[in-house]
């Protein structure tokens, strides 16, 4: 059974902190995926990684970057935090194929004060 | 460039009466399209997938290419199917998916 977990299931951090969000697979997957949801604009993929250290930008990478060291860990970074940021992020990862689904962590509630 | 629309955001239903959630997509070639359900406090999930025709907790969804639409049935809806739906759409040789905005189904009991 996959399972993907996040770091944290709330952060609650201040505006201009570095805010780290960890992600982690146990299924060996080649695809990771970050991204956030908001009530009205759905799932928006900010990056995402389909091998060690290689990344591709998703469609709202603006304010993000990330790290893919190892093949089970997704590193989602917040350079400086905005309170625009505040939202819930999700994580997900899926074996290389187009058919395969996306397995999703269970979110992590971001809070930009 | 693919997009994915659900036109509805909120949706309720009484028990018993059929379901339809409806998506439109927007994608130049072969799409391949997928519902994803997310229950009260539980992580996102795939439902169902076009390519494998197949019908999940009593939901089925047909792709037609002509209308460009891949709207989620059910004929009887039950209070556990609550939840919010996302449809996505992948493109041919793609390993991302974009998402459509969601739409959250209430059954009233």
């Known amino acids: 059974d996959v399972k993907v977990t996040q770091s944290s299931r709330y952060l609650v951090k201040r505006t201009g902190e570095k805010v780290f969000l960890e992600c982690v697979q146990d299924?060996?997957?080649?695809?990771m995926f970050w991204y956030r949801q908001d009530p009205g604009l759905g799932l928006r993929l900010i990056y995402f990684s389909y091998d060690v250290k290689m990344k591709e930008k998703g469609d709202i990478p603006e304010g993000y970057s990330v790290s893919r060291e190892k093949k089970e860990r997704f590193s989602l970074i917040l350079e400086s935090a905005s309170t625009n940021q505040t939202s819930m992020y999700l994580c997900a990862s899926s074996p290389p194929g187009p058919v395969d689904e996306q397995y999703f962590g269970p979110g992590t509630r971001l809070t930009v004060t | 460039a693919q997009r994915v629309t659900q036109p509805e955001k909120l949706l309720s239903v009484f028990k018993g009466a059929p379901v339809e959630l409806k998506c439109n997509y927007s994608?130049?070639?072969?799409?391949?399209l997928f519902w994803y359900v997310q229950y009260s406090r539980q992580r996102l999930q795939l439902l169902l997938r076009h390519i494998s025709r197949e019908s999940i907790k009593g939901f089925t969804a047909d792709l037609n290419k002509g209308e460009t639409s891949f709207h989620l049935k059910k004929p009887f809806a039950q209070e556990e199917d609550s939840a919010m739906y996302y449809c996505?759409?992948?493109?041919?040789?793609?390993?991302?998916?974009?998402f459509g905005t969601g739409t959250r189904l209430t059954i009233i009991p």
């Open positions: 994608y130049s070639g072969s799409p391949e």
């Open positions: 299924m060996d997957h080649e695809n």
């Open positions: 996505a759409l992948r493109g041919f040789g793609n390993e991302k998916l974009t």
